[in-house]
């Protein structure tokens, strides 16, 4: 009797219990105060939407707001908008201040920081100032702001809208602008700010690399052109550039044949018959001319050179290795031009550093044979045309 007792209060009280519970939860849910991203995200809201009316004098008071909310673990605005609102309310001075006090350790706070969740203001504010950017300068230029400050406040808005232009070399422009600033500037307060966020020009750096395959045509001359014909070489060549000085290790091996028969131990070599030659060379350049159509350097340096019978010859008469001149020295000098591929007109702040080129050399090289071998004078002269890519970093200036 008790427990069906028990069982019939339990079963009245229950929905009493669910229903008091639910208003406490209500009575919570309006009494809940707001988490601060969440009136951040409605405040952002609110300025875009007196933004979008107009009303201006709003959407300062909604500004001042939201950078009152800020704190060390949430940001209000990305600095763009933010900068984007001062020149829409005319808070020059206010901007000017930012920009001054902009450094690398403020920039690491706002990282820091939590962002706005993304929304559609500084699309607005972007797209509205580039519709109005001259409405917006005349503002800049008619207030009471004091010369810098209108200045600076004016090359800030042209960087913001940079992309917006749709011109490669707006940035120049920027450069130039920035320049004339820091040079007539008196108070330098800017200097720093204009350095590392307005002006941007890249130089490159100094040292480069670069890789060429490449074939011609090789002229004996002498005593060595009665015995050896002329030859067609094909090698590779790799590069190290320093500033204007180019390092060039190359490797070409020609084939070709004799023009007269040839006398070894156990027999004679006929006229005709294939020879090949091999020189390595290492050489050292340095560029009189170097735009964005041609490099033309002339070098000189060292190598060796070696004629003897092709390998498949000497396979089958290991006796034809005594024809082989050995390697010997070899100075060489010439001249390249490079013809270079890609733009011919770059903007200024970014330098044409790496490129596809064709290569025509021009090498005079002067074996030492004779002293080795009597009646084997003579040098040669040789013409390649080469296929390569150079690769040159580049840093902020």
């Known amino acids: 009797m008790f427990k069906k007792a028990s069982t019939i209060i339990i079963f009245l009280f229950t929905p009493f219990v669910s229903f008091c519970q639910s208003a406490n939860i209500e009575k919570e849910i309006h ?5 601060k991203p969440v009136m951040i995200d409605k405040a952002r809201t609110m300025l875009l939407d007196m933004f979008s009316k107009g009303d201006l004098a709003k ?3 909604i500004k001042d707001f939201l950078l009152s909310a800020e704190d060390e673990k949430f940001n ?20 000017c201040l930012s920009l001054q006090n902009l450094d690398s350790a403020k920039i690491e706070r706002y990282k820091q920081r939590s962002w706005p969740k993304q929304d559609s203001l500084y699309t607005r504010l972007y797209r509205a100032s580039m519709e109005n950017e001259l409405f917006l300068k005349q503002l800049i230029n008619e207030s009471d702001a004091d010369k810098e400050c209108r200045e600076i406040a004016a090359l800030t808005l042209d960087k913001l809208l940079i992309e917006s232009k749709n011109n490669p070399y707006a940035q120049d422009s920027i450069n130039e602008k920035a320049d004339n600033f820091l040079n007539n500037s008196e108070s330098k307060r800017y200097n720093d700010y204009i350095k590392k966020h307005i002006r941007y020009k890249l130089i490159a750096k100094n040292w480069s690399a670069s890789v060429e395959f490449f074939s011609g045509y ?14 067609l070489p094909i090698g590779v060549g790799i590069g190290i550039g320093y500033k204007n000085a ?10 070709h044949k004799t023009n007269k028969d040839l006398t070894y131990s156990t027999g004679i070599y006929t006229k005709g018959s294939k020879v090949r030659i091999f020189i390595p060379e290492i ?13 033309i350097s002339p070098f000189g340096g060292i190598g060796l050179s070696d004629i003897r019978a ?3 010859q000497t396979d089958k008469v290991p006796e034809l290795k005594e024809l082989s001149t050995g390697y010997s020295t070899m100075y060489v000098a010439g001249l390249n031009i490079e013809v270079k591929f890609g733009p011919k007109k770059m903007p200024e702040f970014m330098p044409k550093t790496n490129y596809s080129y064709l290569n025509v050399r021009y090498s ?5 044979f004779e002293k080795k071998y009597a009646g084997m004078h003579g040098n040669f002269h040789y013409i390649t045309i080469g296929h390569g890519s150079m690769s040159r970093g580049t840093h902020r200036q």
């Open 246 to 255: 180019d390092l060039s290790i190359r490797a070409l091996n020609g084939n």
């Open 31 to 35: 009494q809940y105060k707001e988490s």
């Open 59 to 61: 959407v300062k008071e």
């Open 76 to 95: 209000s605005f990305f600095l763009a908008e933010y900068w984007f609102i001062l020149c829409w309310t005319q808070e020059y001075n206010e901007l």
């Open 283 to 295: 050489t050292l350049g340095y560029s009189i001319l170097n735009n964005n159509y041609l490099k």
């Open 310 to 312: 092709t390998t498949d």
């Open 218 to 231: 090789g002229m004996l001359t002498g005593k060595l052109s009665n015995t050896y014909r002329n030859f």
């Open 364 to 368: 005079y090289g002067m074996p030492q």
